[in-house]
Structures are given as C-alpha cells and as structure tokens.
C-alpha cells in the first residue's frame, strides 16, 4: 500500500487546501486599488478650485497614474521571482495604503500628486500579482470562472468610480475619496497577512539594470507622450509628445533586442511564440482601445450636441458597465464549458454591430439608442475580454507565468493612453476641418454638427478594428500549456 502523499499540480485540486482566503484576501485589495482609477475623475474640478491649479496640472492625477503604471507593470515579472506571493501583496498594498493616507491630508497639489504615485505604484503590481496566483492555483479547466471573477473586479470597480466619487464629493468633500478607502485598504492587509499563502517559487534571476532602465523610459515615454496630446495644441505635433513617443519606441525597441539575448531576462518576450497568447494580447489591446475611447468620446458627444448634463451622461453608460461586471463571472463559467470561440465569435459580431451604428449616430439620436447600444458595447466585450486574456494564458508555461501577466498588464494603461489621445485626436482634427470651411465657425449648431462628424469617424475607423477582431475570432481554439501536455504525454 502506498501512503506518499498525493502531490496535486495546483493548490485548487487539493481538497485540504483553503484557497478562498487566499482569493478573498486578494479581490478585497484589489477592488479599492484599481477602484482609485476612475473614483478621481469626477473631482478633478473640485481640485482645481482647491489648490487654484489649471486644467494641465490637474491631468496629472489621471496622466501621471497611468504613466507609474507603466513604469512598474514590467518590473512585477522580476519581482514575482524575487519574493513570495505573500511578500508581494502585503508590501504593494501597504505601498497603496501610504500613498492613500498621503492623499488624504495633502496640504497641497505636489503632496496630493505624490500621493497618488504611490497609490500607482501599488495598483500596477496588484493585478500581475493576482493573475500569476490564480494560474498557479487554479488548473486551465476551471480558470475561466476564476478570471471573470477578476474580471468582475476590474470593470466593475471602475464603473461604479466616478457614481460613487460624485455622491462622496458632494456631501462629504474629496479629502473623503481617500479616507473612506483606508479601512478597507488596512482591512485587506489584515486579513490577507492571517490567510494568504504563498504559492509561488522564489528563484532569484539576475537583475539586469539595463533592462530595467530601457523599460522605464520606453513604456513611460510613450504613456506620456500619448497622454499628453490633448494637452497641446499642435497634438502629436508638438515636440513633448512625438519626442516623448519616439524615445519611448526606440527604448523599447532596444529593450526587445536585449531580452533576446540575456539568459534570464526581465521581461521574457518569448511568449509572443505562443500563437493563442499573442492573439490574446491582440484581441485585449484592440478592446481595451475601443473601451477607453467610449467612455471618453461617448460622453463628449452626449454633453455637447445632445446637451446632456455630466450626471445624466454619466447615468447612461452606468447600465452598460454595471452589465460588463456583472456578467464577467457567467462569460467565465461559459468560457471553462464552451471554449473561447463559442464566446469570442458572438461578441465580435455584436462589437461590429455596434460599431457601424455608432458610426451614424447625429443630434437626432435618441437617447435609449445610446444606452442599448453602450450595454449591447460591453456585453459584448466582456464575452471577449477575459475570455481571450484566459486562453491566452493558458497556453503559457507556469515558467513564463509571471513574464505574460505582466506584458498583459502593462498594456492596459498603454492601450487606454493610445486609444483615448488616438480616436480624440482623429474627432477634433475632423471637427476643425469642417470648421475652418463653415460660413459662420462660431454657430453653435455648425460646431455641434462639426463635432457629430468627428465622432461619426472616430467609429467608421472603429469598424475597421472590429472587424480585424471578428476575422481573428475564427483562428482561436482552447488552449493548454505546454508543460501539462509534455506531462501527460510521458505518463
């Protein structure tokens, strides 16, 4: 009779093992973290007011978290090796609770704007870290349901931000944003310092600095130079941003090349080999792109030829994101039952069907047209999302684990910089085109019908990306790693 104890592949097989803490301990923090994403953007007024500071310096709070993001993101690969899981998740959310404190009592903008790098700091690495975990908790059959729990997380946080952050700034004041946080932030690190676990493997791969330099001024470069177009006149134009680009590109570019070469490298690019993985990082560049872009060009459209007030505007797209959340958990479910194709096909016919009739929308629109079209928008990209970041995933081997969460990750806030500043630029280039040939530029209705215009071509372009995701939709297939497969080939 044997009585060597079974050694389960992943923690989640274990039937003595408590991996609800350990997932517990993780969704609490990471909720509040990634919730300062979009709880600011309704203050940034009231800010303003505060500190007397101008529309540029106040982007900082939205600008300069988004470019910390892209700085850290890349580095949580090493890191992930470097120190256990539990050492990672108390020291990040610890980093966030400082840097929310901070915010809290700032005396002035620059203590404020500090703050909030802090809390960057340590919501750029909370999402690597809660991805690496779950792969290695939960085997390839039963992350699907795992992720669109994540998935939950991630766009229901933000969807209900700037809802909650105007009732907060309304009745209690923005110092509240943060304060209200902290319990939960310190709650999260009391519980996940009683429960986590580690399950992760410290290997201690060779910093190389070179690489880390490389990363910083690439992915930070182009953040910034993306996000700082709307800031300028000329736009890409202005030497700041196509400078801050072009440095960007080429310190990544350089950054490639050295991976290639070092034995263990920062960020190992290699996992571009794997075909599922690579159309997963597509299909989620291409969606978080046309998210972002709605949820900035939407509202611009409905407060401006619609004359909708920020609340309502607000309000119509609260049903369609609220949806996107809510429904990440059943996609997931679907997702472990079905396979990604049964998922990703559907959802991309309906992003192209929503695509082409926001491409006609005018003054005459009427307003449940928007709110249906917005729910049927992210109805069909939760179907996509998580689905196709799952399956890519799961092709990786555990080894390249921490390497594919963290490109993942980083390219959500690079995607959100390139999509907003692209498609805002294309609408007001339009716009103004038309208005420098308008009889009367100044006419009120000739700038809101220039504007329509612009918005109209925003998504015709927006069509053009749907349908590259439709196309690639038919290429997917459900995907294992590859070490599993070796494993059970030997068996």
Known sequence: MNDTPKKYEFLADDPNAKVMPIMISLIIGAFFAILNETLLNIALTTLMKEFSITVPQVQWMATGFMLMMGV?????????????????????????????????????????????????????????IIFNTFLLIYPPNRRGAVMGIVGFVIMFAPAIGPTLSGVIVEYLGWRFLFITVIPFALFSILFAYKYLLNVSEVTKPKIDW?????????????????????????????????????????????????QLKLPEPVLDIRVFKFPMYTLGVIFFFIIIMAMFASEIILPIFMQGPLALSAATAGLVLLPGSLLNGLLSPVMGHLFDKLGPKALMIPGSIFLCGTMVVFSRINMDTPIWVIVVCYIVLMISISAMLMPAETNGLNQLPKKLYPHGTAIVSTLQPVAGAIGVSAFISIMNTRQQNILSKAANPNDPLTINEALVSGVELVYFIAIAFAVVVLVMSFFVYRANPDDIAEEKGKE
């Open 210 to 258: 070179i690489s880390i330099v490389f990363s910083t001024i690439g992915f930070g470069g182009v953040v910034f130079g993306f996000s700082s177009v709307g800031d300028q006149e000329a736009g890409f134009l202005a030497p700041i941003v196509f400078l801050s680009i072009l440095i960007g590109l080429i310190s990544l570019v350089l950054f490639c090349l050295r």
């Open 72 to 128: 850290v993101i890349p580095m949580s690969a090493i890191l992930l090796q470097w120190f256990t899981t539990r050492q990672m998740f108390l020291a990040t959310m610890i980093v966030f609770t400082i840097g929310t404190t901070i915010c809290a009592v700032a005396p002035n903008f620059t203590i404020l704007l500090a703050g909030r790098f802090f809390q960057a700091i340590g919501t750029g690495l909370l999402v690597p």
